[in-house]
């Protein structure tokens, strides 16, 4: 049963240390998403990739995130450095082709809580 | 640039009520819609998705969603709800270029 594989699934850490997020999508798919969830705002677009490349990251404040694809097989998210404000659940998700109608896949999230 | 509203925040209905649920979106060219839920704890999965043909699609568990075009509106109904579909239900618009913009979500309480 193929499925967005996203680690870890649960980080507490300190306010100023680095949090990367890592993401395995379905094998296959060609667009990487990853969207931060909170109670205030809701979901949110971080950045999405197609083919490796990045399309949009025009929801990710830039001054402490950055997100990259090393391979097919790898989207990171990371945070440097983090605050308490980004406390959240992020979810990547993945889809397959140029059709913007493709559905795309969720995987579990990650809860990251900064104190 | 797209965006998605969704009306109501927080839905509270009985078991057998009749559910619809509004979402308006805001954007000059092709998109497709969709609606998601999120069971609580759990991940978002797909109910439904427009693309193009009879705007009016069905789901799974029960779900339709009837897309709108002169009203920019794609609402999600059922005619019976249950205790199970207690849920987050999430609006969703991507453009051309693949771009996914999701609503504000509405909070589904079904009471048994």
């Known amino acids: 049963d193929a499925r967005v594989t996203q680690t870890p699934r649960h980080k507490v850490t300190e306010m100023g240390q680095e949090v990367t997020m890592r993401c395995q999508p379905i094998?296959?798919?060609?667009?990487v998403f990853w969207y931060r969830q909170t109670m205030m705002q809701g979901l949110e677009l971080l950045a999405y990739f197609r083919n490796r490349a990045p399309l949009d990251d025009s929801g990710m404040p830039k001054d402490r995130f950055s997100a990259e694809m090393p391979d097919a097989t790898l989207a990171t998210l990371k945070i440097q450095p983090s605050e308490p404000r980004d406390s959240a659940v992020y979810f990547c998700a993945s889809g397959q082709g140029e059709d913007s109608g493709n559905t795309i896949y969720f995987g579990e999230g990650s809860w990251l809580t900064v104190v | 640039a797209q965006s998605v509203s969704q009306h109501n925040h927080h839905v509270i209905l009985s078991e057998a009520a009749s559910l619809e649920l509004g979402c308006n979106y805001s954007y000059g060219g092709t998109v497709n819609l969709f609606w998601y839920v999120q069971y609580p704890g759990q991940h978002l999965q797909l109910l439904l998705k427009y693309f193009s043909g009879d705007p009016l699609v069905k789901g799974i568990k029960g779900f339709e969603a009837e897309f709108i075009k002169s009203k920019f509106s794609f609402n999600l109904r059922k005619p019976s709800v249950q205790w199970s579909d207690t849920a987050e239900y999430f609006c969703a618009v991507s453009n051309q270029g693949g771009k996914l913009i999701f609503g504000q979500g509405t909070e589904l309480s079904v009471k048994p």
């Open positions: 094998l296959g798919h060609n667009t």
